[in-house]
């Protein structure tokens, strides 16, 4: 979980070499100016334990995770323009679409986020996450957002059900629809290094 901003707009706080230090000066980088990638800033992260926790939910892990990250930030929670949430998995709990909007809401409602922010449903597989932030970043460098935040969250241990079916769950992300183009390569390359390949 990351804030990401930039200090053109606003008074922030932002990380610098294990301290803290206050940027305020808007001539630093005036509107219309080009922003440079070194404009913008992780002003805060945040993140639930890893491990299996089938009592929590996916709410549970993101507010631990946004409560962190914005106490670390030290910003105004009202200065956030947009979410980026991205995760792989929540079709297996039964959400397949919105799933941003549906674990992010009771937040909002809870004052925790602010209510009405757009929220952007990103997935790349395991770099979800990286990618959800990659946007928030480009988004705060074109100056289309001042403060984003970008949120991943992932369930994968279910109690209840046995562990190969949510490996054959994730199997099953790559190569359903034209399973010889998508694994062609892979078999191909597995035959030059004398291997075996399971896909």
């Not at 947009?82 to 079709?91: A, K």
Request: with cysteine; hydrophobic share 40%.
């Amino acid at each position: 979980m990351d804030v990401v901003g930039h200090h053109a707009h606003h008074l922030v706080r932002v990380h610098e070499a294990g301290s803290r230090r206050e940027v305020s000066d808007p001539s630093e980088n005036v509107e219309g100016d080009p922003m440079r990638a070194d404009d913008v800033y992780i002003l805060g992260g945040g993140a639930s334990p890893v491990g299996r926790q089938p009592e929590r939910t996916f709410t549970d892990l993101i507010a631990e995770a946004v409560r962190e990250a914005l106490a670390d930030a030290q910003v105004d929670r009202e200065l956030l323009t947009q979410i980026w949430f991205s995760n792989y998995m929540m079709d297996f709990w039964g959400q397949r679409a919105y799933r941003g909007q549906e674990v992010s809401t009771p937040l909002a409602v809870a004052g925790l986020l602010p209510s009405g922010l757009p929220i952007i449903n990103v997935e790349g597989g395991c770099a979800s996450g990286s990618l959800a932030f990659h946007e928030a970043w480009r988004h705060v460098l074109a100056r289309i957002d001042d403060v984003t935040i970008a949120i991943g969250a992932e369930k994968v241990n279910d109690p209840t059900r046995p562990a190969s079916e949510a490996l054959d769950w994730i199997g099953a992300g790559a190569g359903s629809l034209d399973p010889d183009a998508c694994w062609a390569r892979y078999h191909e390359l597995a035959a030059d290094l004398r291997t075996t390949c399971s896909c």
